[in-house]
């Protein structure tokens, strides 16, 4: 089975710009999961969609959004980009049997955004 | 709230020495999970064990071992006879069970480990 895909795996914008980073499951996975990685912050868990529908968000300004398609492929956008956005923006996908138990989450390699 | 806390920033070894990675979890949380992920230059999260909170049996995985205690909320992982291609950043990480958790993993900040030849 095919792992988590993520493009692009490097970008560079510079500020003010916006992008759009892509995120595609494993076949079958219906839960998608966003994450910004930074040295300064660590691992910090941005959103979650499952079945098109954004069921959980982090604390980060709306300038960062996304959304979950019927294949279960997501995006993520961020809007008028800022110096502080760079960092390594990583996607993982579950299972999701069921509502009541917590899937192991499978990691993508990953978008490394750098913001000039 | 969540909190993961993994005091060892970074540890160094000597191929075939016995490493342990340290993890000290918080949460109000009756049910929970506990995960341990690598990370190698590549960038990748590797997902490596799982454990519920209700399961505290330990475990072993070839030269992996896992030692969770709820008592002192710690997840502790050992590495046995390191080999060089341990070489990574090791990820602690908790989730509850769903709610306000879902599809979120709390991260501790990582400890980084070298092994050297």
């Known amino acids: 089975k095919a792992g988590v895909t993520q493009t692009p795996r490097y970008l560079i914008k510079t500020r003010g710009q916006q992008v759009t980073l892509s995120c595609s499951p494993i076949?079958?996975?219906?839960?998608v999961s966003w994450y910004q990685q930074t040295p300064g912050q660590g691992l910090q868990f941005l959103f979650e969609?499952?079945?098109?529908?954004?069921?959980n968000k982090g604390n980060f300004p709306g300038r960062f959004s996304g959304r979950q398609f019927s294949n279960s492929r997501s995006e993520m956008n961020v809007s008028t980009l800022e110096l502080g956005d760079s960092a390594l923006y990583l996607c993982?996908?579950?299972?999701?049997?069921?509502?009541?138990?917590?899937?192991?989450?499978?990691f993508g390699p990953g978008t490394r955004l750098t913001v000039l | 709230a969540q909190k993961v806390t993994q005091a060892q920033t970074e540890i160094s070894v000597v191929e075939k020495e016995d490493v342990t990675l340290d993890c000290v979890y918080e949460?109000?949380?009756?049910?929970?999970?506990l995960f341990w992920y690598k990370q190698p230059p590549s960038g990748e999260l590797v997902f490596l064990i799982r454990?519920?909170?209700?399961?505290?049996q330990n475990e072993i995985s070839g030269r992996y071992s896992w030692n969770f205690q709820k008592s002192t909320s710690s997840f502790n992982f050992t590495i046995t006879a390191s080999q060089v291609v341990d070489s990574a950043v090791y990820f602690c990480?908790?989730?509850?069970?769903?709610?306000?958790?879902?599809?979120?993993?709390?991260f501790g900040q990582g400890t980084i480990l070298t092994v050297h030849p």
């Open positions: 993982a996908s579950s299972p999701k049997r069921g509502t009541s138990d917590t899937d192991t989450q499978y």
């Open positions: 076949s079958g996975h219906r839960s």
């Open positions: 969609y499952f079945s098109e529908t954004q069921r």
């Open positions: 949460t109000r949380d009756t049910t929970y999970y």
């Open positions: 454990r519920n909170s209700f399961d505290e």
């Open positions: 990480a908790l989730s509850g069970p769903g709610g306000t958790s879902y599809g979120k993993l709390t």
